[in-house]
């Protein structure tokens, strides 16, 4: 097992790339706290983990919270007795068809950027005292190209996790901790999504993808796998795409 004796906290972990995460996780020996907003969706999933011979437990989450981080670090270390690894998943999706809304912006920012770093700022001493530990922060092709059918706010967050993993690396390599982005291109609807989960605007959005398909959760999930497990233990600050071949539009 690829994770064996490793224990994990993986947010947004009721639907979708989480879901799929924290799942795979378990399958690989790791024990994995599941958090999210959705209390239903992550009992679930603890549930299948659980039920297929896995340990998980589920917590309640906003990433935007630093109180909650704080709950959720003390309550790993509880249950599981330490942190190897992050996975900094949860999101906000970046359709809206006013590209120049101002509560968006602040949305994107607030979801998809602080809570990348409160739940670093969270983790990190815990790793530091072990000497060890990975952090996988989810980013998107929209932290590396400009693109026409999301609000800026998205890319500009994304683009936030791109540049604050690279500087994390940097910080706390001595510390024996990585730090690595992921970067998927189109997958499928966030539960968030409103314009890109348009079959219109996918289909235009699958026309600039080489591969000429969807990304599957699954994907994803072994590509954070990867960067979690000790097969990964020389790599930091990289950003690896999981996009297809993705094409700005």
């Known amino acids: 097992m690829r994770l064996k004796d490793k224990v994990a906290i993986v947010t947004g972990?009721?639907?979708?790339?989480?879901?799929?995460?924290?799942?795979?996780?378990?399958?690989e020996g790791a024990c994995v706290m599941v958090t999210d907003?959705?209390?239903?969706?992550?009992?679930?999933?603890?549930?299948?983990?659980?039920?297929?011979g896995g340990q998980a437990r589920f917590l309640t989450l906003d990433v935007t919270n630093d109180t909650g981080w704080a709950s959720v670090v003390g309550e790993t270390i509880s249950t599981f007795g330490q942190i190897d690894i992050l996975v900094n998943n949860a999101g906000v999706s970046g359709s809206h068809?006013?590209?120049?809304?101002?509560?968006?912006?602040?949305?994107?920012?607030?979801?998809?950027?602080?809570?990348?770093?409160?739940?670093?700022?969270?983790?990190?001493?815990?790793?530091?005292?072990?000497?060890?530990?990975?952090?996988?922060?989810?980013?998107?092709?929209?932290?590396i190209v400009g693109q026409s059918f999301v609000h800026m706010g998205y890319n500009a967050a994304k683009g936030a996790v791109r540049m604050a993993s690279k500087a994390a690396a940097v910080q706390f390599a001595p510390d024996g901790i990585r730090v690595n982005s992921v970067h998927p291109g189109l997958m499928p609807a966030m539960r968030t999504s409103k314009?890109?989960?348009?079959?219109?605007?996918?289909?235009?959005?699958?026309s600039a993808v080489p591969f000429g398909r969807v990304g599957r959760v699954e994907e994803v999930a072994y590509a954070n796998?990867?960067?979690?497990?000790d097969e990964s233990s020389y790599i930091t600050g990289i950003e690896l795409p999981v996009d297809g071949g993705f094409l700005a539009m």
């Open 13 to 27: 972990a009721g639907w979708g790339m989480g879901a799929s995460t924290a799942e795979l996780f378990a399958a």
């Open 37 to 52: 907003i959705l209390d239903a969706e992550g009992t679930d999933v603890v549930a299948r983990i659980n039920d297929s």
């Open 97 to 143: 068809p006013d590209l120049l809304n101002t509560q968006t912006w602040d949305e994107q920012m607030d979801v998809n950027a602080r809570g990348v770093f409160l739940g670093m700022q969270a983790v990190i001493p815990q790793m530091q005292k072990a000497g060890a530990g990975s952090i996988v922060n989810i980013s998107s092709i929209s932290g």
């Open 195 to 206: 314009m890109t989960a348009d079959p219109k605007v996918r289909e235009k959005m699958l």
């Open 225 to 229: 796998l990867f960067l979690a497990s």
